[in-house]
């Protein structure tokens, strides 16, 4: 098997997003627009919680893959790259998870 990433996804997405193919399901979300496509991703949210909750691990890897590939299609609707997340991520690797947290702006 070859490596696949969250790169290729992206791309996946980014390429049936306008496709206006009537059996893709992420043409489907781009069109039914941000609320849709958000509305699925907290879904898929709270169907992963409750596999890790059960214990369930095939459950969990199941619900894992459609949390985030429902993030990139909110992701690509709004226009943000899976780049920019992975350099927020980059940038937070250098201290302490509690010490990043205690520097975001209170609000």
Same mark, same amino acid.
């Not at 299609?73 to 940038?91: Q, T």
């Given at each position: 098997?070859? %490596? #696949? /990433? ?8 980014? %390429? ?7 059996? /893709?399901? &992420? *043409?489907?979300? #781009? *069109?039914?627009?941000?609320?849709? $496509? $958000? ?11 409750? $596999? *890790? @909750? ?7 890897? /199941? %619900?894992? $893959? ?6 990139? @299609? ?8 899976? /780049? ?7 940038? =937070? &690797?250098? =201290?302490?998870?509690? !010490? %990043?947290? !205690? ?5």
């Amino acid at each position: 098997m070859t %490596e #696949f /990433s969250l790169s290729d996804l992206e791309k996946i997405v980014r %390429e049936r997003a306008y496709s206006g193919d009537p059996d /893709s399901w &992420t *043409a489907k979300l #781009f *069109a039914r627009g941000i609320d849709k $496509a $958000a509305q699925k991703l907290g879904e898929e949210a709270v169907e992963t919680v409750i $596999a *890790a @909750v059960k214990g369930d691990k095939q459950a969990l890897v /199941s %619900e894992s $893959a459609d949390l985030i590939y429902h993030w990139l @299609v909110v992701l690509g609707i709004s226009g943000v790259p899976l /780049s920019d997340v992975l350099r927020e991520l980059e940038g =937070r &690797t250098g =201290r302490s998870g509690i !010490a %990043e947290k !205690a520097s975001r702006p209170k609000g």
